[in-house]
């Protein structure tokens, strides 16, 4: 089991306007906030931002569309989260529920007494 970690975040909050000014915040918790914009919402957020997105998941995908490049590690870049690939194979990837059925359902098949073909 992996140790837990604390999330760390330093918030300057502009409560007129209701806008986060700056933030500070641990590498545990930038990261964590990068994968989650490089599971396929990255890609939905992307897709919906042109219609005037609402929410949370809009704002960081905008942050990070405008972060500097100077704020990115050597190496990375800001495409990686902002424009994500699908996994190579679905079947690679663990599924996040289990998708195993203990019931199975026997298929049935019916038809039209009147012989219509239908």
Same mark, same amino acid.
């Given at each position: 089991m992996a140790?837990?970690?604390?999330? %760390? /975040? %330093? /918030?300057?909050?502009?409560? %007129?306007?209701q806008r986060v000014l700056f933030a500070e915040a641990n590498k545990?918790?930038?990261?964590? #906030?990068?994968?989650i914009l490089s599971l396929p919402l990255g890609t939905v957020?992307? +897709? +919906?931002?042109?219609? !005037?997105? /609402? !929410?949370? #998941? !809009?704002? #960081?995908?905008e942050s990070v569309e405008n972060l500097d490049e100077n704020y990115i590690q050597p190496n990375q870049s800001k495409g990686t989260? #902002?424009?994500?690939?699908?996994p190579a194979s679905s079947a690679a990837s663990t599924p996040l529920l289990s998708l195993t059925c203990s019931e199975t359902i026997e298929k049935a098949t019916y038809t039209c007494s009147r012989g219509s073909g239908y």
């Open positions: 140790a837990a970690s604390k999330v %760390k /975040l %330093k /918030l300057l909050i502009d409560t %007129k306007n545990n918790t930038v990261d964590f #906030l990068f994968f957020v992307r +897709l +919906l931002s042109n219609k !005037g997105m /609402l !929410g949370c #998941l !809009g704002k #960081l995908y989260p #902002l424009k994500p690939r699908p």
